[in-house]
């Protein structure tokens, strides 16, 4: 069972996220700027460093 | 996936996007996370993770929150990229801080519960631009996890 802080807010141990909850108010940050920028980054990094042990393969 | 307490969280039905309360000294902060796939990069996904302004829209993973509860917010998001990778198996992370301090943070938190995370996931870390199997004690300037094809839960 979910113990509740001080504040009465759910915390959850490990063994209880796979009940986690699927919401429609979370949204789709996909086009979010900060999210935009980061992945940017990201393919940037990658572009330079390439990944380890090259088990995922670059598209060509 | 670890064994101590994190917020609980909500994820939109893509699995893609994730949100939680962080609650503390300074308030509740809403936190987003999200899994975006790199272009060009087949199953490689970056981790961005930052405070919602809810009067902006803006995110920010720049800002210290001083919230008292980093190590619970790093417990949650292990447990969210935990989940994501139970749905998407073949899913590498990518991850890195937006300063050497909060990617040096990401790493502290791998340290600590690397017992946990270790027989889970195989990370990598990168130094001095080569990318290593992670080491207690090294730093690394980005890290990438993808789950160990032999575990079984």
Redesign the interface.
Known sequence: MAAKNKKGKKSISSDEQSQTKISNDVGNYETHPFFIKKVNQAKEFLQKFGLPQEQAVKKS | ??????????????F????F?S?GPKGTIKK?A?F?????????F?F?F?DLNETT?????SVISNNNDGD?VLVTAA?II??FTGMFQNA?V?I?GTTPARTRKYQMGINKHWLEIEPVFEI?G?KE?????FRQGVNYE?F?G?RKTSFVF
């Open positions: 996936m670890m064994n101590l307490e994190g917020y609980a969280y909500s994820t939109n039905a893509a893609t996007d994730y949100s309360e609650i987003i999200r975006s796939q790199i272009p060009d990069w087949h199953n490689v970056n961005g930052g829209g803006e995110i920010s993973d619970k447990n935990y989940e590498q990518f890195q990598f990168i631009q080569k990318w290593e199997p980005a990438l993808r």
